[in-house]
């Protein structure tokens, strides 16, 4: 049985679209084992009106606090000792489950699963990892999104090693990796992105294919995207932004007039498909990688079906032991990677 | 008259798009005169079929070298001294022109715009300039994108006021100005971000908006994006990756089957008109700011319409005396910059 611990009070529709999501998930996956961490009665009402589902596979464990959005991460999780959040890391910690699924603040959860959960030896910076939508139809991992601003190139490369293993209990096999930088060439980029790129270059048990561009995120054909923490935030946006702009470019379009809206009625089903390819949610949330157990951190505003996808996302990794993966590839390239490192931490 | 210098030879697709475009601006154009820098037999011959023009508003200046994407810049621009770009650039310099286009090598365009016509006086760093489509169906400026990777609070200064009197020029009245960040709290990004926007703050002849997401980028509401030359390639690139996988999605999703064929002809004017407003070609190329006369990077792979609004491009900054109104705004504020920042070049 796959052990997932779910914070059910983060996130804009929390709990209702958490609890609603749990039991999506537990219906489809019958070797899955929930604990809700959350407000109990809520949690009761929101399940009495869920439909049916196996209640021996669901647990609920009270907590009376929750951290908001607009909380302080560290100080928030230093002292809402009760809240679904830091009691959720915390029997993680202890080993009441394998994985844990939160959509609450990604500054808290952050924070908790450093302060609380702890992270892999050799890993000084876990990095966040969402998945995006390509035009393959598959998508893309992209490590780090927001976790680090600023980077060192040993990050770089833990970043590269982690999201390779995490594509690879993802379904990917043997995952293209490659170096966010301003041109493809090996002098392109800061000292930052040429040191990364040579050292990565020397990595036998990654798949790497170079510096990549922007463009390659969605229209190239890599499977991991690395690049450091600022970067990633912007690239990750531009791109939501982009697909939020065509959405309202497309609607705007087909709204112009009555012979447009009859013509979007006749194509319903198409712009349904395209909106469909773009679809985030059913991307799943980001990993946060270089932890001591998996931790999915789903959208702020995820709904039930995104958020079941999360946790279906956090059992992958979990059975596809995914940290001991990591804790593996770090081990085996720590010689390799301080011995041609100039600037280590 | 307004008098632009064409570097007709650089280019996917030079000299024909080049020559094609110069005659397209010529023809909608009346107070424009034009100086084509190239090969002439090639240029006469294009013109040829051309079909008719004002000849008195055109002149060749044979040129018999031509400096390939493939060379290093520096090198180029200081060995092939007959190339149309130096060529193009020194009659600039000279003053037989007022503005220049080129679809050139960028590395070349930056070097040639820096050594031969030379920077506004008090600015360091001359920034990328592109333009790309948003949401409003008006455009965004982004600045800088790629001529500076790193760079210090007072090249973000310098960029934020040049590309506000750039999208002025450009028909934009009071244009919002922004600046790139991972998130729009004062507190968000690296010392570099915190800097510059506590001393956009108190620059008066902008309107600056405040830190900006990557999603602002074209789903936001500002005109003029602030960033350093990293950051805006990925950002720009980034999109164009989306832009690019939207396409391909729609493309597959519409030839799926005859039925989705069927209603792809039947909705072919709204497809051209979601694809029209996502049409980079449209936007014009990146303005070259900071430099003594205005300077258009197009595309390397324009087309001869997109050829022909780079040119009115460059003539509409002429005419509304861009570099005029950036050395001004440069000098007013340059007491301002230098008492508030620490880090000075």
């Known amino acids: 049985m796959t052990r997932i611990i779910i914070d059910a009070m983060g996130g804009d529709y929390a709990p209702k679209q958490q609890v609603l999501g749990s039991v999506a998930a537990l219906n489809k996956d019958k070797d899955l084992y929930l604990i809700l961490c959350g407000d109990e009665t809520q949690i009761k009402a929101e399940l009495a009106e869920a439909g049916s589902y196996d209640e021996s596979r669901l647990e609920i464990v009270h907590t009376t606090e929750v951290i908001t959005m607009e909380e302080v991460p560290t100080k928030a999780v230093k002292t809402k000792k009760d809240s ?26 952050l924070t908790a699963g450093v302060l609380i959960l702890g992270r892999i030896k050799g890993v000084s910076r876990p990095g966040l990892c969402p998945v995006i939508p390509n035009h393959r139809g598959t998508n893309t991992m992209i490590c780090d999104c927001g976790a680090n601003l600023e980077c060192k190139p040993i990050n770089l490369v833990h970043f590269a090693l982690m999201a390779s293993a995490y594509a690879e209990t993802a379904g990917r096999q043997n995952p293209k990796v490659g170096l966010l930088n301003n041109g493809t060439e090996d002098h392109k980029g800061l000292p930052l992105h040429q040191e990364v790129n040579a050292l ?55 709204k112009r007039n009555l012979w447009a809206k009859l013509r979007a009625a006749i194509s319903m089903g198409i712009i349904k498909r395209i909106k469909g390819g773009l679809d985030y949610e059913a991307c799943g949330g980001a990993a946060f990688l270089g932890l001591n157990k998996m931790v999915v951190k789903a959208h702020g505003n995820s709904r039930a079906r995104g958020f079941a996808v999360c946790i279906n996302q956090a059992a992958k990794a979990v059975r596809g032991q995914l940290v001991e993966k990591i804790k593996a590839s770090v081990d085996a390239n720590a010689e390799l990677v301080s011995e041609n490192l100039n600037k280590e931490e």
Do not use: Q
């Open 200 to 254: 990565l270059k020397k990595i036998d048990c990654i798949n790497y294919a170079g510096n990549i561009e922007g463009r390659d995120i969605m229209y190239g054909d890599v499977d991991v995207v690395v690049c450091d923490g600022f970067t990633g935030n912007i690239a990750t946006k531009s791109i939501e932004g982009c697909g939020k702009a065509v959405g309202a470019i497309m609607t705007r379009e087909y």
């Open 84 to 109: 679904s959040t830091v009691v959720a890391f915390r029997l993680l910690k202890e080993g009441k489950a394998d994985g844990l699924v939160s959509s609450g603040s990604t500054g808290a959860v």
